[in-house]
């Protein structure tokens, strides 16, 4: 069975991910217009002519881009995405277990990478078109690479990681901190051009590319979210908390008390596991350490944290509070003269009750988008009304005619026109106006009404409760454009999603 084991799983994952198919979440069609944009010509731009860096994952637009140049005009991106995530997942299942068996807790290794396979944070951003399942494998593999010393595929890995989302620098640092420590203090051999080369050139050669086009090289998404959105104080800190309070979800089931039995039981469990995980494996710590600092990165800066932000220090957090069960099951005074105890004990408590928990956040199908199995949070309802308000929009429209929203995706996709973005992601133009009055946020964002006012797009399609406060409520909005159309949603609170056009 142990034989067949990384080949059932890789199935598992697979299995997991094209059986829902895609469904896909409205920021991934921003890195499918970036792609087409490129193979149609236009540069690696999401507007045409406007030389932006606005998506996080250059390299996830470069793959999707090669897809399509593959494919040509027949490619779909989102079963292109899903099927490279799809792999990417695979990969980061048989490296988990790979790191339980090297650690010597067999058992923990191969539940983290059967969980994994079916976490719905791990599969409803693989099915959302996303570059968090390739982002998560790159910064294991390096993990994982450097830890048995194979310098070439460990600095080509992080490198990569690198281009595919800048955050990765939040494990990457602590992993040339030891590469350091081991020449210094362990006497280990410097690197090598190899290892230089594969660690410089691709990184240098993308940030290099991007300093001379875009005239930066980080993505200014960055600073336009920290921007544009207002949360209050410790929101991030404590949804972070929230998150690592249930690593296995299962709200369904516990309720709150779940979250605060987790908030002291799963920390308490990494610490268990981490000592003997690292005694065997001590060059491992930059991964063991990895969701904290992941933590405490995010919390401090305060970001508004997006659903597929959760994702990335999961399966190694899994790995390590599941080598802290495993542990406790040896080391039981009731335990351990009784191996078939020990046996029974990890059948229970490190796989039926966490894939339990895991499944339970599985519907059979959702009541949108394909009626196939699939987590509970891939919905994309959302997505669907933007897609009727690109309908919309397309009736009357006209070339050239600017299109301003604050959720682009969709509507950038399947419009083809030029974005206003109100978040400011794709249009540096918007940062002049972030960051607004408290008193103008009904939620974590609000459009500006100077912008529309000063930019004059043909087209404004936001949620009500964007412009509740601020557009709205603007004497000049309203004289100057008609509502189109309302599409009916209560989405965060909103009376409707509204579809304007100016008076011409």
């Known amino acids: 069975m142990r034989k067949y084991l990384p080949l059932l799983i890789v199935i598992l994952a697979l299995a997991a991910r094209v059986v829902p198919g895609p ?29 932006v860096l606005g998506t996080t994952t250059p390299l996830f637009s470069l793959i999707m881009a090669g897809v399509g140049v593959i494919s040509g005009e027949d490619a779909s991106y989102p079963w292109a995405a899903l099927l490279v995530s799809a792999a990417a997942d695979s990969l980061t299942c048989l490296l988990l277990l790979r790191l339980g068996w090297k650690a010597g807790f067999n058992h923990a290794g191969t539940a983290a990478a059967v969980i994994w396979a079916l976490h719905p944070y791990a599969v409803t951003f693989a099915i959302g078109g996303m570059e968090t399942s390739l982002f998560v494998f790159l910064l294991t593999a390096a993990g994982t690479a450097h830890m048995e010393q194979r310098r070439v595929p460990a600095a080509l890995c992080a490198s990569l990681a690198m281009i595919t989302r800048p955050d990765a620098a939040i494990l990457l640092v602590f992993l040339v901190i030891d590469r350091l420590w081991g020449i210094l203090r362990r006497k280990e051999t410097g690197p090598a051009f190899p290892e230089w080369a594969a660690l410089i050139l691709p990184a240098a050669g993308w940030y290099g590319f991007a300093w001379i086009y875009y005239g930066w090289p980080l993505p200014h998404s960055i600073t336009a979210k920290m921007a544009a959105y207002r949360l209050d104080e410790y929101a991030s800190f404590i949804r972070l908390l929230q998150h690592y309070s249930q690593p296995f979800m ?28 690292l005694k065997k494996l001590p060059a491992a710590w930059p991964l063991v350490i990895y969701p904290w600092i992941y933590l405490a990165a995010y919390a401090i800066p305060n970001p508004l944290i997006f659903r597929w932000y959760l994702t990335p220090p999961l399966p190694l957090y899994i790995l390590v509070l599941l080598v802290g069960i495993e542990r406790i099951i040896r080391g039981a005074p009731f335990m351990a003269p009784y191996p078939r105890r020990q046996q029974w004990a990890a059948l229970i408590l490190m796989f039926a009750l966490p894939l339990v928990s895991v499944m339970s956040e ?13 987590p509970d949070m891939a919905w994309t309802k959302l997505e669907d009304l933007y897609e009727r308000a690109a309908d919309v929009v397309l009736r009357n429209y006209r070339p050239g005619d600017v299109l301003a929203a ?12 030029p974005i206003l973005d109100l978040v400011g992601l794709n249009s540096p133009v918007t940062g002049n106006y972030y960051p607004l009055p408290a008193e103008q946020y009904v939620i974590n964002y609000a459009v500006p009404a100077e912008l529309i006012l ?30 189109v159309e309302k599409i009916d949603t209560d989405f965060y609170g909103s009376d409707g999603l509204l579809v304007y056009e100016v008076r011409r």
């Open 406 to 417: 604050g959720d682009v995706g969709v509507l950038g996709w399947k419009t083809r026109a």
């Open 454 to 483: 000063d930019e004059k797009p043909a087209y404004v399609v936001i949620l009500e409760v964007y412009g509740r406060k601020t557009l709205l409520q603007d004497e000049r909005f309203m004289a100057q454009y008609r509502l």
């Open 362 to 374: 599985w519907v059979p199908a959702h009541d949108h988008g394909n009626r196939t199995p699939c």
């Open 250 to 277: 299962g709200n369904k089931l516990t309720g709150p008390a779940g979250v605060g039995i987790g908030l002291v039981l799963f920390p308490v469990l990494t610490l268990i596991g981490a000592r003997p995980f």
């Open 23 to 51: 469904r896909v979440v409205d920021d991934a069609y921003i890195t499918f217009r970036y792609a087409r944009n490129l193979i149609e010509g236009q540069g690696l731009v999401y507007n045409p002519g406007e030389r």
